[in-house]
């Protein structure tokens, strides 16, 4: 496998780290691999800019910091604005139709996405946004089974939540390509 930096940004709230943490979780624990993960957000928990690094190998990573990464997520028009230049040339960009609306020039392979209109229309609740999220990243780049998302998932939330984040997983990995 080869080295994979991803940056995941957006605003507080949105689960921009958790999501990252999810991935990185699922590599380690089960695919085996690699990985850091590595977060910093404005002064405002909620509303502010947040950022998420991580990267995945299948030998040591020796720095935890992403400079240029394969796979930008951004969440907002503000994390977008202030990280669409950072992509590695022929990188994957992934965008929510939503709340972004691309308008630079980019050396990179775009794919705006609806994931929070598909999760209101299908689920009704915001709170799984990230985990479409996640789902859609896991379909475009299969770095993880989504069955090692889900076994992260089953440890890390509520049994009464579990069900609705399947269903996040699901429409993610639909929109990313990886359920036919």
């Known amino acids: 496998m080869e080295r994979c930096r991803m940056v995941f940004s957006g605003s507080g709230g949105q689960g921009v780290i958790t999501a990252a943490i999810i991935l990185a979780e699922a590599a380690v624990l089960h695919e085996e691999l690699t990985a850091v993960q590595t977060q910093a957000y404005g002064a405002a928990a909620r509303g502010g800019a947040t950022r998420s690094d991580v990267i995945i190998s299948?030998?040591?990573i020796?720095?935890?910091?992403?400079?240029?990464?394969?796979?930008?997520?951004?969440?907002?028009?503000?994390?977008?604005?202030?990280?669409?230049?950072?992509?590695r040339p022929g990188g994957l960009l992934i965008?929510?139709?939503?709340?972004?609306?691309?308008?630079?020039?980019?050396?990179?392979?775009?794919?705006?996405?609806p994931m929070y209109q598909t999760v209101m229309d299908r689920?009704?609740?915001?709170?799984?946004?990230?985990?479409?999220?996640?789902?859609?990243?896991?379909?475009?780049?299969q770095l993880v089974r989504p069955e090692s998302i889900m076994k992260v998932l089953e440890q890390r939330i509520p049994s009464g939540f579990i069900e609705m984040n399947r269903q996040a997983l699901e429409l993610g990995?639909?929109?990313?390509g990886g359920l036919k």
């Open 58 to 60: 299948d030998v040591p």
């Open 62 to 87: 020796n720095f935890p910091k992403v400079i240029q990464p394969n796979v930008l997520v951004c969440l907002t028009q503000e994390a977008y604005n202030k990280f669409y230049d950072i992509i």
């Open 95 to 113: 965008m929510d139709t939503r709340y972004v609306q691309p308008q630079l020039k980019v050396d990179a392979v775009q794919r705006q996405l």
């Open 123 to 141: 689920i009704g609740k915001p709170i799984v946004f990230n985990i479409c999220m996640l789902g859609a990243v896991v379909g475009l780049t």
């Open 173 to 176: 990995l639909e929109l990313g």
